[in-house]
Each structure stands twice: as C-alpha cells, then as structure tokens.
C-alpha cells in the first residue's frame, strides 16, 4: 500500500473521530451540568443553552413511530449508510481534500446522533438559535457537523467542474 494512501487513510479516520468525539464530549457535558428543559440564555436571548432528549431524527421526525420502526429507519439505516460512505471513502485512492473534509463531517455527526440513539434511545440536543425573525431548532454538534458537511458538498457540486468531484 502506498504511504499516501495511508496517510490519507489515516487523516480519514482522525477527522471523523475529532467530529465523534466532540459531539459526544459536548452532549456528556450538557447531561451532566444542565437539567432537563432548563433555559440558559448565554448571549441575550439570541444564543440558548438547553437540554431535550430527542426520540427522532431531525425536529423530532418519527418520535411516534412503533419501536421496531425506530429502530430501522432511525438506527439501522443510518448505520448502514454511514457504514457504506465511510467504506466507500476510505477506499477512494484519491478524493478532493473539501470534498473528504465534508464527508468526514457528515460520516463523524452521524455517527455520533446514532451512538446516542443506540446507548440512549435519544439524541441529546442543547443549543439554540433565535435572531429576529430568524429561529433554529434545538440542535446538537453532530447537527453542525453534518450541517457543515452538507453545505461543503453542495457549495463543492455548485462551483466546481463536474470531472473535480
């Protein structure tokens, strides 16, 4: 195997846990120093720190779906998807370094939601946004982090030739 490859492999695989392992020290954090449904304004009331268990996925999707239901669009599928895309990238010999920063964002929050779907049957979720008429829901870091890599991709597939990606 080439040392590149290694290299690049390596690279990989330190990306996607600095994302785990910020989501998941940032969500111990929050369980530990911040009670359930607590409102602590950090700047003015425009930055929010909380606490909610999310039972599903994004906005609480799914949230009342039958247990074995959860456990298969919620648990199983992502893990299989992040599964393939982390296999798929580390297997690519060369990849657009934006490009690989972006999926080991998505590959790295995923994960990290699913760990905690999996360990705690819901997602820690804390921060929240609120400027003018402009409000998030409440998220969590592997939201940003997925959020981030998203974005990276479409900004990538917008403004680059086709042949780059």
Same mark, same amino acid.
Request: no cysteine; glycine share 12%.
């Given at each position: 195997m080439k040392k590149g490859l290694v290299r690049y492999r390596i690279y990989t695989v330190l990306l996607v846990f600095l994302n785990i392992g910020c989501d998941q020290i940032t969500k111990e954090a929050v369980r530990q120093n911040v009670a359930e449904q607590d409102y602590i304004q950090i700047i003015d009331h425009h930055f929010i720190l909380t606490n909610v268990e999310n039972t599903g996925a994004? *906005?609480?999707?799914?949230?009342? !779906?039958?247990?074995?239901?959860? #456990?298969?669009? &919620?648990?199983?599928?992502? @893990?299989?998807?992040?599964?393939?895309?982390?296999?798929?990238?580390?297997?690519?010999?060369?990849?657009?370094?934006? *490009?690989?920063?972006?999926?080991? !964002?998505?590959?790295?929050?995923? #994960?990290?939601? &699913?760990?905690?779907?999996? @360990?705690?049957?819901?997602?820690?979720?804390f921060f929240q946004i609120r400027l003018g008429f402009f409000k998030t829901g409440i998220f969590n870091m592997a939201d940003v982090a997925v959020t981030i890599g998203i974005m990276l991709i479409l900004l990538l597939s917008l403004f680059r030739k086709k042949n780059s990606i």
């Open positions: 994004m *906005l609480g999707f799914g949230q009342d !779906f039958p247990p074995i239901l959860k #456990i298969l669009l &919620l648990q199983g599928l992502p @893990l299989a998807l992040l599964l393939i895309l982390l296999y798929r990238t580390l297997t690519k010999s060369h990849m657009d370094s934006i *490009l690989l920063l972006a999926f080991t !964002f998505v590959i790295g929050g995923g #994960i990290g939601n &699913l760990i905690d779907r999996i @360990l705690y049957g819901s997602v820690t979720d």
